[in-house]
């Protein structure tokens, strides 16, 4: 069964940077785009970035251009997510998720979710 | 960016209602609008794709509709297990983004 396993999050300082990972199982990681979604306390949802099958593209929200990096390591199944300049607005949990079978870039399978807080 | 604006933001309905919600985009989307399921501490749900197809293993009670800037989901009658947070979700372009939510809350 598809499992997505999020770690990395964790209380930082505005201005440091943080890596989350995403490490998958279950599926053919390497033939799938993978996301990277947010959900801030009393907020709604946001796509954050996506990361093509095989690493060669990828798209940002305006939000975090320039500031975050989506990658991947197809040999270890692993999906990161590379945060620098962080602000107390990216306080939020960090999704992983998968792309969807059809390769619409719908969402099928979501980690758990990992907890980035940015605190002074 | 396209902006997605659902409406109502907060629903009140009982065990048995139906329920619609709505969806309007900033421009033309096509037929690349999703609907999706959020509880707290939860994971969100995939719950329609491509306007109105319904994502494997969701319950027929779940429909979707609609086309170029207008969209609805609809729950036909309302289980317990369907109190939650409703986000739209446009892939026409990106960014990729989802309307600001719609809570349904127990009357």
């Known amino acids: 069964q598809v499992q997505l396993v999020e770690s990395g999050g964790g209380v930082v300082q505005p201005g440091r940077s943080l890596r989350l990972s995403c490490a998958a199982s279950g599926f053919t990681f390497s033939s799938y785009a993978m996301h990277w979604v947010r959900h801030a306390p009393g907020k709604g949802l946001e796509w954050v970035a996506i990361i093509s099958d095989d690493g060669s593209k990828k798209y940002y929200a305006g939000s975090v251009k320039g500031r975050f990096t989506v990658s991947r390591d197809n040999p270890k199944n692993t999906l990161y997510l590379q945060m620098n300049s962080l602000k107390a607005e990216d306080t939020a949990v960090y999704y992983c998720a998968k792309d969807h079978d059809y390769g619409d870039h719908y969402t099928d399978y979501w980690g758990q979710g990992t907890l980035v807080t940015v605190s002074s | 960016d396209i902006q997605l604006t659902q409406s109502p933001s907060f629903l009140s309905a009982s065990v048995g209602d139906r329920v619609t919600i709505t969806c309007r985009a900033s421009?033309?989307?096509?037929?690349?609008l999703g609907w999706y399921q959020k509880k707290p501490g939860k994971a969100p749900k995939l719950l329609i794709y491509a306007v109105s197809t319904l994502q494997s293993g969701v319950p027929s009670r779940f429909s979707g509709s609609g086309s170029g800037t207008e969209f609805t989901l609809t729950i036909s009658s309302l289980q317990p297990e369907d109190f939650a947070t409703y986000y739209c979700?446009?892939?026409?372009?990106?960014?990729?983004?989802f309307g600001g939510g719609t809570k349904v809350e127990i009357k």
């Open positions: 979700q446009q892939l026409n372009s990106y960014p990729l983004t």
């Open positions: 421009q033309g989307i096509s037929s690349y």
